[in-house]
Nanobody, 126 residues
Framework: QVQLVESGGGLVQAGGSLRLSCAAS????????MAWFRQAPGKEREFVAT????????YYTDSVKGRFTISRDNAKNTMYLQMNSLKLEDTAVYSC???????????????????WGQGTQVTVSS
């Protein structure tokens, strides 16, 4: 069992930066691949980025490539999402998720993930 708690959301102007954190409970954090998803008002939850259990492999959705960086610190049971050059369309509730799926694969679907945080709001203003 893993419990996830996000923090770091807030209001930022377009072009600005935020860093989200996802703190995990339990001693097995390092065995899970992790991801960030987001859900804008009136839209479905969408994949943002994923990171392997070791932190050596990452994958991003095209709209955030070059602007967002996903990382993790297994010693601190924490995952991060550094978001730079934020755009109005990045406004959403951002949630972290953990999957016990087989190593070596990337997982992009909501249904692939076993544990979810409650989400943190990111609002980008003009």
């Amino acid at each position: 069992q893993v419990q996830l708690v996000e923090s770091g959301g807030g209001l930022v102007q377009a072009g600005g930066s935020l860093r989200l954190s996802c703190a995990a409970s339990g001693r097995t954090f390092s065995t899970y691949a992790m991801a960030w998803f987001r859900q804008a008002p009136g839209k479905e939850r969408e994949f943002v980025a994923t990171i392997s259990w070791s932190g050596t492999s990452t994958y991003y959705t095209d709209s955030v490539k070059g602007r967002f960086t996903i990382s993790r610190d297994n010693a601190k049971n924490t995952m991060y999402l550094q978001m730079n050059s934020l755009k109005l369309e990045d406004t959403a509730v951002y949630s972290c998720a953990a999957t016990a799926g087989a190593r070596g694969n990337y997982y992009f679907r909501v249904g692939d993930y076993d544990y979810w945080g409650q989400g943190t709001q990111v609002t980008v203003s003009s």
